[in-house]
């Protein structure tokens, strides 16, 4: 080991006892105010949210959350979940829009018209198949003969 390295370490151990402690008391719970309205947006696009995913979501700080969090909680925005697993901020929305942007709408429409198409084309064959079963069963009483050909289109009825 180079001896400037070594005296740089032990200078550094020495100094670090005397160093104000940055964590615990010396917390900043300022935000941006358009980060606010990013945690509102947040609020009103789901039912429950907590502190620890609005810091995940947004990059802020879990105590700048948890103030977002009381903010939004004093103006009426959210209500507070008491008794939340390991003490974290955990709040119910009021103000939740689950379909927002009306994409769920659309969607349950899409599913039901494709719902409705298969239906109709259920009901189409199974009106055909009582026809060509009806068909089938007039050619034998009258002494017919059937083809092969119509036995395979119909599924093999004899």
């Known amino acids: 080991m180079k001896r400037r390295g070594f005296l740089g370490l032990l200078g550094g151990a020495i100094a670090a006892p005397l160093l104000p402690s940055v964590g615990g008391a ?3 719970t300022s935000y941006n105010r358009y980060t606010y309205g990013l945690a509102v947006f947040h609020a009103r696009t789901r039912a429950h949210i907590s502190a620890r995913g ?5 990059k802020v700080s879990v105590p700048q959350a948890e103030a977002m969090i009381a903010e939004m909680s004093s103006s009426g925005m959210v209500r507070p979940i008491f008794g939340a697993p390991g003490g974290h901020v955990r709040a119910v929305s009021n103000i939740l829009k689950p379909d927002m942007w009306g994409l769920e709408r659309s969607a ?51």
């Open 54 to 58: 609005l810091s995940h979501c947004l």
């Open 108 to 158: 349950r429409q899409a599913r039901a018209r494709t719902r409705r198409a298969r239906f109709e084309a259920r009901q189409g064959s199974m009106k055909t198949d009582a026809m060509m079963a009806h068909l089938h069963q007039m050619c034998r009483d009258y002494g017919l003969t059937l083809s092969p050909r119509c036995n395979v289109m119909t599924g093999g009825a004899a």
């Open 26 to 28: 010396a917390t900043v």
